[in-house]
Every structure is written in C-alpha cells, then in structure tokens.
C-alpha cells in the first residue's frame, strides 16, 4: 500500500499529532495525520506549503507492507484545532508513547534537518 503522513510543525517548534481512532490500524495511538492507511481524510489546516520529503516511509504489518511519502509544512497562525489533534512541543516527541511506524517518520525528518530526532 501507498499513503502519505504529515509533519506540521509551529513556528515556535511544536508539532501537530492526533489520536486516531479507537478502532483499525494504530488505533487509539498518537502519530501525525495519515492518509492511505485507511479511509479517514486527515484534517489539515489551510493555506500550508506543503514540501516532499526525499525517501519514503517503509513499515510492514503483519498482512501488508506500506510505503509512505512524509510532506513537511510550517503554520505561523494555527487556529484551533479538532479534539483528537493537539500540538505537542517536539523536544517531547522522543519521550512519547509513539508507534513504531511514527519513529521511522521522525526519524526521516530528523535526517532532513541534520540531526537525531
């Protein structure tokens, strides 16, 4: 399967992540917004360039593999946000409960900006 994740970071350095659904794939799990892994649309604020990411995501489940192209976008003024979303400061990203499928995201875009996530 094909799909693509999100990483919306705050001018100040915080992170959009969301809970998804307490039923599927990852659910009840904090991650950033998915499109791909199942039906759900993410929501998104408006008005982001967005930029690809150079490489793709790969992680297998245990009945299919998934590849995942990672956008990368900057909010200056983010309204406010659904319930199941929430910004989380990204210094607190290496101590969250996140999936491993979440890891490999922050990892692609720590190796994007030079650094260990």
Known sequence: RQGEAYFLTQVRGAVLVEI???RGLLGGMTGFPLRGLDSR????PEG??????????????????????VWRGTISNP???PPHQSWLAREQLGE???PSLMRK????????DGNEA
């Open 41 to 44: 649309v993410p929501l998104l």
């Open 105 to 112: 995201i922050l990892e692609l875009v720590a190796t994007e």
């Open 79 to 81: 309204a406010p946000l």
């Open 20 to 22: 998804r659904p307490p």
């Open 48 to 69: 982001i360039a967005w930029r690809k990411l150079p490489g793709n995501v790969r992680h297998v489940f245990t009945h299919f593999g998934l590849s995942l192209t």
């Open 96 to 98: 969250a409960a996140l």
